[in-house]
């Protein structure tokens, strides 16, 4: 697919453009070796993360909500960040403006060097205080203790995640509805686009006149309004595009 993937209009499309979004979600981690949302491999012992990731969960047993989270920090720790990842941070230098928006808490955009991004869905190497609020980075894998306290307050501490029934951070919300509806053009990347409010942002760039422009392996409801849907690995497609930018001298 990479191979036959004709990006002429699409380059001309990018080289007019200056202020860039980018949505991502779990598929453009998932050639790093981190399982996707909706994938078969979410299972962990007998649980699903729609038990555990839950405030319910962690308010009747935070040992087992974070020996959860501990495990999959000792995955996601051992992962490094993909050629997908690696061009959109150097995309920061290529276009005036890039802001990356994404669902993913594993932390691999900040890994590749990408600066401008907004975590709809928080970070799994930060950990908040039940009481205080505060938040800290923690990069331990495995944890010190578990479940971790404050260490100013003694409270408990969670990871600073959203989970299943709470709002995302009406901030990065806001902030991500802004951008989104200020863009040239925007990326959607490696996400089922199934999950709001996040997927209701395409659609307020696409209304306010952006390009749209998917990259996933499979089609999704989504794709049927994107000006470019292009089906292929987020980590084969983005250096093919990046490549073609590259060569293609500005008209
Ligand atoms: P999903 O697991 O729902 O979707 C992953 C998408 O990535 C699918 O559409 C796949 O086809 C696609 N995909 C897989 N591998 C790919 C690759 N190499 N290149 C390109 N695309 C690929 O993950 P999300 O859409 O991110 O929220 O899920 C959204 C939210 O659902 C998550 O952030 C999580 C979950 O509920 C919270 O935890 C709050």
Same mark, same amino acid.
């Given at each position: 697919?990479?191979? +036959? ?10 080289? *007019? ?16 070796? %981190?399982?996707?949302? /909706?994938?078969? #491999? ?5 649980? $699903?993360?729609? #038990? ?19 495990? $999959?920090?000792? %995955?996601?720790?051992? +992962? ?12 920061? *230098? ?31 190497? +930060?950990? /908040? ?15 010190? #203790? ?84 292009? $089906? ?10 990046? *490549?073609?930018? +590259? ?5």
């Amino acid at each position: 697919m990479a191979e +036959k993937l004709d990006t002429g209009p699409l380059i001309e499309v990018l080289q *007019e453009a200056s202020r860039v979004a980018i949505l991502t979600g779990a598929g453009i981690s998932a050639e790093s070796g %981190i399982p996707t949302f /909706r994938g078969e #491999e979410g299972l962990w012992k007998k649980y $699903r993360p729609e #038990e555990l990731a839950t405030p319910t969960a962690f308010s009747q047993d935070p040992k087992l909500v974070w020996e959860w989270y501990d495990w $999959r920090r000792g %995955i996601i720790g051992q +992962k490094e960040p993909n050629p997908g990842h690696k061009v959109i941070a150097r995309w920061e *230098e290529t276009f005036p403006t890039v802001s990356l928006i994404t669902q993913n808490i594993d932390g691999l955009h900040q890994k590749a060097g990408s600066k401008n991004i907004w975590e709809l869905h928080g970070n799994i190497w +930060k950990l /908040r205080c039940t009481e205080e609020g505060t938040i800290t980075e923690n990069y331990n894998t495995p944890l010190k #203790e578990i479940p971790p306290l404050c260490p100013n307050c003694g409270a408990l501490l969670r990871p600073h995640v959203v989970w299943f029934g709470e709002s995302l951070s009406p901030t990065i919300l806001q902030k991500s509805i802004q951008l989104s509806s200020e863009c040239d053009v925007m990326f959607v990347i490696g996400t089922s686009a199934v999950v709001q409010p996040a997927a209701s942002l395409p659609f307020e760039a696409s209304e306010a006149g952006a390009k749209i422009v998917e990259i996933n392996l499979d089609p999704t409801s989504l794709s049927l309004y994107a000006d470019f849907s292009i $089906r292929g690995k987020s980590g084969e497609i983005l250096p093919l595009i990046d *490549e073609e930018l +590259k060569k293609t001298p500005k008209a």
